[in-house]
Nanobody
Framework: QVQLVESGGGLVQAGGSLRLSCAASGRTFSNAAMGWFRQAPGKEREFVAAIAWSGGGSTKYTDSVKGRFTISRDNAKNTMYLQMNSLKPEDTAVYYC?????????????????????WGQGTQVTVSS
């Protein structure tokens, strides 16, 4: 069984930065991809960013965070990160990390919540104006 644990959320002013972490355990991730999603009150969970666990660590982002957020991973620590800079009030949400098979990523389905098998419990990010 895979366990994902997020940390690093909090309250920050607009323009500030936060770094989220997602520690994974329970299996090896050599043939996996991982992603960050977020869910604001009253809205559906949406894709933020994804990364292939092996190879060169290919990444994908939703348009609204490109140039502000950076997804990365540390294979040795089985940990994924989301560096969030220039935060805006509209980034306020519960952020979730999730894991799926690598083929999901390379088939272009990394944006779909339905394609992810494992989820963390979420961490709250609040950006004040």
């Amino acid at each position: 069984q895979v366990q994902l644990v997020e940390s690093g959320g909090g309250l920050v002013q607009a323009g500030g930065s936060l770094r989220l972490s997602c520690a994974a355990s329970g299996r090896t991730f050599s043939n996996a991809a991982m992603g960050w999603f977020r869910q604001a009150p009253g809205k559906e969970r949406e894709f933020v960013a994804a990364i292939a666990w092996s190879g060169g660590g290919s990444t994908k982002y939703t348009d609204s965070v490109k140039g502000r957020f950076t997804i990365s991973r540390d294979n040795a620590k089985n940990t994924m990160y989301l560096q969030m800079n220039s935060l805006k009030p509209e980034d306020t949400a519960v952020y979730y990390c999730a894991a799926t098979k690598a083929i999901t990523y390379y088939m272009g389905k990394y944006y779909s919540t339905k394609e992810y098998d494992y989820w963390g419990q979420g961490t709250q990010v609040t950006v004040s104006s």
